[in-house]
């Protein structure tokens, strides 16, 4: 299986001509559609990237907001209006708000119960305490790659319910990963963790910080991914990992 995922939104420069700004947001090709996981800070610069990318609107037929900060939602209304029919996905704690915002768009609410919103796609649920928030898990059948918004909840936590959803290792995560403020013994223990877990890609994005992308490049060598605004990651699953 083929893992196509495009980051649209970020504030780690990578492409040329694409905007960056503070949040995150990614596209994920799956089939003939894809999911829009986040919609980052600014509605106007996620459609110039958009764009940019050559996604076509309608392609866009799912939209997930991992949890409702701004810069994981701030473009929720522009990117709804890519796609009248995309089926949109948020944690139960936002659902009143989001469908005040968008009462024509078909808005689902997401409890603490993992839902599949596709064949072998996943969302965790709502998990962790004062910042209510999901991620979203992809079944490889060789391994399972894990989006995270901001990973609020902690990497562990999220990684413990992915496995207890799919019982498979974590072939790669991706996206924010909230580790801008941890220290480089708590990174290092997270590390342990991961290849623990028999991690092979990551691609740390947002939130994750400059020190963490950095021993992450040191301790995972070609595993690691610099993601930025307009990374393309494209890897390969093995069905014997």
């Known amino acids: 299986m083929i ?15 694409f905007e960056t700004g503070w949040g995150y947001s990614c596209y994920i090709k799956k089939g003939y559609g894809g999911i ?16 940019k990318t050559g996604i076509k609107p309608t392609a866009i037929s799912r939209i997930v ?29 936002i659902y009143e708000e989001v469908k ?24 965790t649920g709502e ?3 004062k910042i209510k928030e999901m991620s979203l898990i992809m079944d490889t059948g060789g391994g399972l790659v894990i ?11 999220i990684i413990e319910k992915a496995t207890s959803i799919v019982n498979q290792n974590v072939f790669a995560l991706i996206g924010g990963l909230h580790l801008k403020d941890k220290k480089e013994d708590e990174i290092y223990e997270l590390i342990d ?21 950095k021993l992450f490049k040191e301790n995972f060598g070609s595993g690691f991914i610099a993601s930025g605004v307009g990374s393309h990651v494209y890897i390969g699953v093995s069905y014997e990992y």
């Not at 196509?4 to 492409?15: K, R």
């Not at 829009?36 to 764009?51: E, H, P, S, V, Y």
């Open 127 to 129: 998990l962790g305490e």
């Open 3 to 17: 893992i196509n995922l495009t980051v649209l939104f970020d504030n780690y420069p990578a492409e040329e001509g």
């Open 147 to 157: 989006v995270t918004g901001c990973a609020h909840p902690g990497v562990k936590e």
């Open 100 to 123: 005040t915002l968008l009462p024509d768009s078909r808005v689902h609410k997401v409890s603490s119960e993992h839902v599949e919103i596709m064949k072998g796609v996943y969302l």
């Open 193 to 213: 963790y991961l290849k623990s877990k028999k991690l092979k890609y990551i691609a740390p994005s947002h939130c994750s910080g400059d020190l963490s992308r």
């Open 36 to 51: 829009l996981f986040d919609t980052g800070a600014d509605g106007q610069k996620l459609l110039r990237n958009i764009q």
């Open 65 to 93: 907001i991992s949890h409702f900060h701004k810069d994981h939602s701030g473009g929720l209304k522009e990117a709804a209006g890519l796609n009248s029919k995309a089926e949109i996905y948020v944690p139960a704690s």
